[in-house]
């Protein structure tokens, strides 16, 4: 009887231990995958990028050498959802998404600063307070930094309104949390942040405050420029650096289309010639000229298309269009290093995990789990063994 009852244990048990078995790998299969997808590929790909470097002039390489060098992130359109649109699942993977992307950009690539140009919010044109205040929690959160990285936000049409939504309120709100300077200065670099919003130039009382406060701005840069040449027009206080500005905003200066702009993050072809409206889609010619004229920025950086374009205005001066920083509205998402002296800077663009590779890891790992399962059921026979005998009939022959 005992040994009746032994044999009967271990009948019962070997089954059990090969449920187990296959438990075992399923969970670690599943495991590996998702860490994979969901932390190490930001890594792997982020890696790659670098800080572009500075090529100092064949005259004055040593004197460019010294300058200091300020690294600067820029990136744009993050639109997190808010209350009202886009299903739970597709607020809760976008923003898992962009947060693993920038706290790894964050300690991979060590910014001093970082930019966002605009639409930081899908519906804070009309979210409630409630709403807002949920948003802004879940944005701090995301995009957390340091205390030694600093993080400047310019408004967009979804953060305020566009022009006919926007109102004093908004506007207050926004600049509540993200602080309403229009002229920050590092290292002898000037950046002029503009509500481009505000520039419609019908004369309403926050576009008239905004073009007020762009020619207070124009005034302290024209005077640090004629200061160098010994004029004292400017009066008493500290002069800003003497570096031509770099002017950040939300909406692009003016353009017909995207018709000259290329790449592999650029519009689809389909849209490249469809042609833009003023003060919706870019800037009217009015403002951007006020704004070249004013200012005499050396470079532009915008954001809302959600494609990139690099345009020169006036023949000039070189315009770059930021893509949205979200899977939500690319598969490729990007964002921009800057390596910037007072007089001069380089470039580059560094690139997120595609989203279809990540789907296309999911599927394959989905399949191999099905493979796995149905061969330890021996429902499919093992792919090894399968090999092993195909090779053993083709030696006996």
């Given amino acids: 009887m005992a040994r009746i009852g032994l044999g009967f244990g271990r009948w019962n048990f070997h089954p059990l231990k090969r449920k187990s078995s296959l438990l075992l790998k399923l969970i670690a299969v599943v495991f590996a995958v998702l860490l994979f997808c969901e932390f190490l590929i930001y890594y792997l790909v982020i890696f790659q990028c670098k800080w572009p470097e500075m090529k100092p002039t064949a005259d004055d390489g040593e004197q460019a050498t010294r300058e200091p060098v300020l690294k600067a992130m820029f990136l744009a359109d993050t639109h997190l959802l808010g209350e009202f649109l886009g299903h739970w699942l597709d607020k809760l993977r976008r923003e898992w998404q962009m947060e693993r992307a920038f706290q790894t950009a964050l300690w991979l690539l060590q910014p001093e600063v970082v930019f966002i140009l605009g639409d930081v919010f899908d519906e804070g044109k009309w979210s409630t307070p409630e709403a807002w205040a949920d948003d802004m929690a879940r944005f701090q959160k995301m995009f957390r930094h340091p205390s030694h990285v600093q993080l400047k936000v310019v408004a967009g049409n979804?953060?305020?309104?566009?022009?006919?939504?926007?109102?004093?309120?908004?506007?207050?709100?926004?600049?509540?949390?993200?602080?309403?300077?229009?002229?920050?200065?590092?290292?002898?670099?000037?950046?002029?942040?503009?509500?481009?919003?505000?520039?419609?130039?019908?004369?309403?009382?926050?576009?008239?405050?905004?073009?007020?406060?762009?020619?207070?701005?124009?005034?302290?840069?024209?005077?640090?420029?004629?200061?160098?040449?010994?004029?004292?027009?400017?009066?008493?206080?500290?002069?800003?650096?003497?570096?031509?500005?770099?002017?950040?905003?939300?909406?692009?200066?003016?353009?017909?289309?995207?018709?000259?702009?290329?790449?592999?993050?650029?519009?689809?072809?389909?849209?490249?010639?469809?042609?833009?409206?003023?003060?919706?889609?870019?800037?009217?010619?009015?403002?951007?000229?006020?704004?070249?004229?004013?200012?005499?920025?050396?470079?532009?950086?915008?954001?809302?298309?959600?494609?990139?374009?690099?345009?020169?205005?006036?023949?000039?001066v070189p315009e770059l269009s930021v893509p949205s920083f979200s899977w939500r509205n690319r598969n490729n998402p990007s964002f921009i290093m800057g390596s910037i002296t007072p007089t001069d800077y380089a470039l580059s663009k560094c690139y997120l995990p595609r989203e279809h590779v990540v789907l296309i890891i999911y599927c394959g790992a989905v399949g191999f789990l099905m493979v796995l399962t149905l061969t330890h059921f021996g429902l499919l026979a093992s792919p090894f063994l399968s090999g092993l005998s195909l090779l053993r009939k083709h030696k006996t022959r």
């Avoid at 389909?270 to 403002?287: G, M, T």
């Fill in 158 to 316: 979804h953060d305020i309104g566009f022009h006919y939504e926007m109102n004093i309120y908004k506007v207050k709100r926004f600049e509540k949390v993200f602080s309403s300077e229009r002229l920050f200065s590092w290292k002898g670099i000037n950046f002029v942040m503009v509500n481009s919003v505000a520039l419609k130039g019908d004369s309403c009382g926050i576009c008239s405050e905004a073009e007020a406060e762009l020619i207070e701005v124009s005034h302290r840069l024209n005077c640090s420029r004629e200061q160098v040449h010994g004029s004292s027009q400017c009066g008493p206080g500290p002069l800003l650096p003497t570096s031509a500005p770099i002017l950040l905003q939300h909406y692009p200066l003016y353009r017909r289309s995207d018709a000259n702009c290329s790449g592999e993050d650029a519009a689809p072809p389909e849209e490249r010639n469809i042609p833009f409206k003023e003060n919706y889609d870019v800037l009217s010619r009015e403002a951007s000229q006020k704004l070249l004229w004013w200012l005499q920025p050396r470079l532009v950086l915008s954001g809302h298309t959600h494609s990139a374009c690099e345009v020169h205005h006036e023949g000039r």
